[in-house]
């Protein structure tokens, strides 16, 4: 299972400040899972499909499976602060404590999020050090045995062998990316983990993870519109997976109490009001500021859009 570590020097940097920013750097930071990237990647700007203006190095990185709403929904956080405080983790933080990829701390990609310091999280170990120097002491101590003096032998001490493990263990590369972990942890209703995870692989044979990520995400999306009343509905991963019901038309995942409600069709080329829509749900998007049209949305924003009215 993948592990990451709060170190106390995260209580003075600049996010500690900003609480919805802190939410969701947090949240994605147990989200993530060890990824590498053998190219430099292109980011996207949230709430578009723009450039988002940064290149990440290629290396190895925190990997979160899942869209903004996914992130900011599981955050408990608005979805209006959510998406802001998003946008100012991709964003270059001049007092950042470290310039390290220009104080960025995450960024959106295709398929995700990237968590930039991820592995520097996961791998920082605070006690390294002193127990290094307390090996290299005991390998400088001489000890007498039969009245002879001899170099004290720590080839097989117990602290030596767990150090050498520890040192192994981070040399090794980080375990591959369980993409299914990750698409369950965005499904909105978090039971049957094992079986959910053996459908969610079934599925992946049969589909690309990215349209994967993008349903499951648009599904959670409609969800959170439903009443609460009707959350009983929502059926277990393993049978929504095994099902396919990924393919289904998103306009059948309405519910307004009475049973299911159906948005009007994908088809319509420009619903009206869309840009209201589309700015509650992301606000102070790229699209509406520079004026491009309704054909310029990516098939899920277009679902939420649709969805929101």
Known sequence: ???VKLDKGILTSTIWGLRP???IFVTALLLAEPAEYPEPTPTIAIGSLEDGGYIVPAGWYGFVAGSAPGIVSMAHVDNATGIEALRRLASPEPDSRSQEFEGRRMVRVNGGFIVLNYMKYRDFDHSAAERMRRLRE???????????TVQANVTHSREQKAESRKEDIQKAPAAPCD?????YALYPRNVGKQAALRASRGAMKAK?????????????AAVRRWPATDHQFIPHPST?????????DPAEWGRNGDGYRKPAPLTVPEPAGWRDRLERLYPGNAVNQNGSSWATLPESTQREVMQAG
């Open 1 to 3: 299972m993948p592990f």
């Open 21 to 23: 920013d802190l939410e």
């Open 138 to 148: 005991r390998r400088k101590t001489n000890v007498t045995r039969n009245g002879v």
């Open 179 to 183: 993409e299914a972990a990750s698409i």
């Open 208 to 220: 690309d993870t990215p349209y994967l990520i993008d349903r499951v995400s648009s599904y959670a």
């Open 240 to 248: 929504w997976f095994n099902e396919g019901r990924y393919d289904d």
